[in-house]
T-cell receptor, first 110, second 114 residues
């Protein structure tokens, strides 16, 4: 069964606005990762947050993790047209198996 | 320098044929993976190798056979291709199989079975 589910499935915003994407999962995790996929390309790792962390920042990215609610959010501040992509959360429960969510398609309009 | 490369990028073939996709990583990683991404962009792991040893083998038809000649290469051979095999196949690698290692993805191979 699928572990992560992203919300919303699609998000369209104007350049300069903030974009927030949410991810929910079903079972206990060791860590959660966010990846970006530009159209026709492979996935690129953005950030990893461990189960004992609540918030992490990387440049314009802010990730939160609430293990009690089994959810995570990815905030992209001051969005740019180049941020247009699909964003996936992925969870690790054991070993190296990553389970991906369905993804959020973000469109940033210039 | 391409970290994880795959060939071919596009593959169009007929049902019943046998085809292979090749993957190479120059990151010095120990672990490599094959994923399948369907038309709805859902990404599912198929196989994982660590130092040429199979460590993840998901429920995949046995028409799919991975081969790792060395830890820098992981190939995927598919026999008797079916329409439902049409998808984008991604190779990835990570430093080690343990938890908490980010994965580096190749550009993908778009397989179309007609």
């Amino acid at each position: 069964s699928q572990q992560g589910e992203e919300d919303p499935q699609a998000l369209s915003i104007q350049e300069g606005e903030n974009a927030t994407m949410n991810c929910s999962y079903k079972t206990s995790i060791n860590n959660l990762q966010w990846y970006r996929q530009n159209s026709g390309r492979g996935l690129v790792h953005l950030i990893l947050i461990r189960s004992n962390e609540r918030e992490k920042h990387s440049g314009r990215l802010r990730v939160t993790l609430d293990t009690s609610k089994k959810s995570s959010s990815l905030l992209i501040t001051a969005s740019r047209a180049a941020d247009t992509a699909s964003y996936f959360c992925a969870t690790t429960t054991s070993g190296s198996r990553l389970t991906f969510g369905e993804g959020t398609q973000l469109t940033v309009n210039p | 320098d391409t970290a994880v490369s795959q060939t071919p990028k596009y593959l169009v073939t007929q049902m019943g044929n046998d085809k292979s996709i090749k993957c190479e990583q120059n990151l010095g990683h120990d672990t490599m993976y094959w994923y399948k991404q369907d038309s709805k962009k859902f990404l599912k792991i198929m196989f994982s190798y660590n130092n040429k040893e199979l460590i993840i083998n998901e429920t995949v038809p046995n028409r799919f056979s991975p081969k790792s000649p060395d830890k820098a290469h992981l190939n995927l051979h598919i026999n008797s291709l079916e329409l439902g095999d049409s998808a984008v196949y991604f190779c990835a690698s990570s430093q080690a199989p343990g938890q908490g290692y980010e994965q580096y993805f190749g550009p993908g191979t778009r397989l179309t079975v007609t």
